[in-house]
């Protein structure tokens, strides 16, 4: 089975969503206070391990490292809202890609069964 | 489990969430450092058994993962580790003050005799130390290979460390050491040269930025080219008459000094850097390569400025000139 990675065009399209997607989220003001202190070019590094392993590409995410990323971000306030912003974005980034629902749909299922692991639940 | 990390026979315990560097410096072993970010690279140490976490090897070159060295301030133990220092030889390179002489009010361009090739590109950094040990970086502004001398522009602070050692003791003559190069703050040449480039520097900022300008111009960049630079007053400016004379000569590169506290009319800008780079990113983003020098909220605010009007995060080169931050040392 092609993955919607696969589908998109690979590493070259992660660089492009990732573009697309950070932007999106660092003009959102509901979520963009979570950013305030961070390094632009390391967070950019995360969100594209972040959206290959959401597109089904090749990853090494863990939901370790999903609880160990986020525990600082969780005691700040991040809550089921903020996932949900999230998972929007995302679905507003492969809109822009050209992608087709049923994949939107797919990647907003893998990305909410990272849910609990993110808000450390 | 608690880790430990060996050394020369020492064994000590990592309290939780510690670095290395901060385990060691606790515990009155020191260890150079400077920015604690992962940037300066002024606290190598190599590591002879156990696991190095990745994020403690980010940005390394591949010739220092294979011999195991890795940033102490980045590193958070995962398990038990050996460490040895990194002897002298290895990859210190040994450097001559050739001229010394002051570009402003504070800045001063220091010269450095090379021994032995280095290899780096204008626009990278290197780590100096001098004998006291203190080590701290600095950015390339020549091409050191073919000038045979290696040019830094340093910002002297009253009450700095290294600043203090410049003003006082480094003679044309002294010696002193360099290490590395790292960053990636350098002209790529690809796409024949065409893409427009924007660069835009507070203070010493100054430095990487005419090492770069120099570098695409003599590689036959023919894309346009302009250079910001930024200071609070006139005095701050630096080799204005130098990037006047470029831009005479060479009809894509334009040089734009802003000044904060300026009077209107004069040959520079008046008013606040940012918004004057802002204003300059018309027309076609996706090309734009943008560099970006100097203060750390300055860069940290313009790069997030140009990317969310744009600018691709690809095509964004940055170095912030992180201050010293010191780690606790054994009370
Ligand atoms: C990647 C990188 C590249 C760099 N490139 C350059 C360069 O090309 N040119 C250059 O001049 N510097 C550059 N720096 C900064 C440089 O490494 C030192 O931080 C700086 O020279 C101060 O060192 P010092 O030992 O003189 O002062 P320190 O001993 O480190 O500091 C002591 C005191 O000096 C004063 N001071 C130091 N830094 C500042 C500051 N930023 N603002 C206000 N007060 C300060 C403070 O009073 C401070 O307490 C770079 C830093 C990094 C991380
Ligand atoms: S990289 Fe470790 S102190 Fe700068």
Same mark, same amino acid.
């Given at each position: 089975?092609?993955?919607?990675?696969?589908?998109?065009?690979?590493?070259?399209?992660?660089?492009?969503?990732?573009?697309?997607?950070?932007?999106?989220?660092?003009?959102?003001?509901?979520?963009?206070?979570?950013?305030?202190?961070?390094?632009?070019?390391?967070?950019?590094?995360?969100?594209?391990?972040?959206?290959?392993?959401?597109?089904?590409?090749?990853?090494?995410?863990?939901?370790?490292?999903?609880?160990?990323?986020?525990?600082?971000?969780?005691?700040?306030?991040?809550?089921?809202?903020h996932v949900?912003?999230?998972?929007?974005?995302?679905?507003?980034?492969?809109k822009?890609?050209?992608?087709?629902?049923?994949?939107?749909?797919?990647?907003?299922?893998?990305?909410?069964?990272?849910?609990?692991?993110?808000?450390?639940? | 489990?608690?880790?430990?990390?060996?050394?020369?026979?020492?064994?000590?315990?990592?309290?939780?969430?510690?670095?290395?560097l901060?385990?060691?410096?606790?515990?009155?072993?020191?260890?150079?450092?400077?920015?604690?970010?992962?940037?300066?690279?002024?606290?190598?140490?190599?590591?002879?058994?156990?696991?190095?976490?990745?994020?403690?090897?980010?940005?390394?070159?591949?010739?220092?993962? /294979?011999?195991?060295?890795?940033?102490?301030?980045?590193?958070?133990?995962v398990?038990?580790?050996?460490?040895c220092?990194?002897?002298?030889?290895?990859?210190?390179v040994?450097?001559?003050v050739?001229?010394?002489?002051?570009?402003?009010?504070?800045?001063?361009?220091?010269?450095?005799?090379?021994?032995?090739?280095?290899?780096?590109?204008?626009?990278?950094?290197?780590?100096?130390? /001098?004998?006291?040990?203190?080590?701290?970086?600095?950015?390339?502004?020549?091409?050191?290979?073919?000038?045979?001398?290696?040019?830094?522009?340093i910002?002297?602070?009253?009450?700095?460390?290294?600043?203090?050692?410049?003003?006082?003791?480094?003679?044309?003559?002294?010696?002193?050491?360099?290490?590395?190069?790292?960053?990636?703050?350098?002209?790529?040449?690809?796409?024949?040269?065409?893409?427009?480039?924007?660069?835009?520097?507070?203070?010493?900022?100054?430095?990487?930025?005419?090492?770069?300008?120099?570098?695409a111009?003599?590689?036959?960049?023919?894309?346009?080219?302009?250079?910001?630079?930024?200071?609070?007053?006139?005095?701050?400016?630096?080799?204005?008459?130098?990037?006047?004379?470029?831009?005479?000569?060479?009809?894509?590169?334009?040089?734009?000094?802003?000044?904060?506290?300026?009077?209107?009319?004069?040959?520079?800008?008046?008013?606040?850097?940012?918004?004057?780079?802002?204003?300059?990113?018309?027309?076609?983003k996706?090309?734009i390569?943008?560099?970006?020098?100097?203060?750390?909220?300055?860069?940290?605010?313009?790069?997030?400025?140009?990317?969310?009007?744009?600018?691709?995060?690809?095509?964004?080169?940055?170095?912030?000139?992180?201050?010293?931050?010191n780690?606790?040392?054994?009370?």
């Open positions: 089975m092609t993955t919607l990675y696969d589908k998109l065009g690979g590493a070259a399209a992660i660089d492009q969503a990732v573009d697309i997607f950070y932007r999106k989220m660092l003009a959102d003001d509901r979520v963009s206070g979570f950013f305030d202190d961070t390094d632009m070019d390391r967070q950019i590094a995360k969100q594209k391990a972040f959206l290959t392993m959401v597109f089904g590409g090749p990853n090494k995410y863990t939901g370790k490292d999903m609880r160990s990323g986020h525990a600082h971000l969780v005691a700040r306030g991040l809550n089921d809202k949900d912003i999230v998972i929007e974005h995302l679905g507003g980034t492969l822009e890609l050209g992608a087709a629902d049923a994949d939107i749909a797919a990647v907003a299922a893998i990305a909410n069964g990272a849910r609990d692991d993110v808000l450390n639940r | 489990m608690t880790a430990h990390i060996s050394l020369s026979g020492s064994k000590f315990a990592i309290e939780d969430g510690e670095t290395v901060e385990c060691l410096t606790r515990n009155g072993v020191h260890v150079p450092h400077a920015c604690c970010a992962g940037v300066c690279q002024s606290c190598l140490m190599r590591a002879t058994d156990g696991e190095i976490p990745a994020a403690a090897q980010a940005g390394l070159k591949p010739t220092y993962v /294979n011999q195991g060295l890795f940033l102490t301030c980045q590193c958070k133990p398990g038990d580790m050996t460490l220092p990194v002897g002298g030889g290895e990859l210190d040994p450097v001559q050739a001229d010394r002489v002051m570009l402003n009010h504070n800045v001063l361009c220091l010269r450095l005799g090379l021994e032995k090739d280095f290899v780096c590109e204008p626009g990278q950094y290197i780590t100096l130390k /001098n004998r006291a040990g203190v080590a701290r970086s600095y950015s390339v502004a020549n091409d050191p290979e073919s000038d045979g001398y290696m040019e830094l522009h910002r002297l602070f009253p009450g700095g460390l290294m600043s203090d050692f410049l003003r006082t003791e480094a003679e044309v003559g002294a010696q002193m050491i360099i290490r590395g190069p790292a960053g990636n703050c350098f002209y790529v040449s690809d796409d024949a040269g065409q893409f427009p480039i924007v660069l835009a520097g507070t203070g010493t900022g100054l430095a990487p930025l005419y090492g770069i300008v120099r570098r111009l003599a590689k036959g960049h023919t894309g346009p080219i302009r250079l910001f630079h930024g200071a609070l007053r006139e005095a701050d400016l630096y080799l204005v008459e130098q990037l006047k004379r470029v831009q005479g000569v060479h009809g894509n590169f334009s040089y734009i000094p802003c000044v904060l506290e300026g009077e209107a009319g004069r040959y520079y800008s008046c008013g606040h850097i940012e918004d004057m780079v802002m204003a300059s990113l018309a027309g076609d996706q090309a390569r943008l560099f970006l020098c100097g203060a750390p909220e300055f860069v940290k605010s313009l790069k997030q400025k140009a990317f969310l009007a744009g600018v691709r995060s690809s095509h964004i080169h940055s170095d912030a000139f992180l201050p010293t931050k780690v606790a040392t054994a009370a």
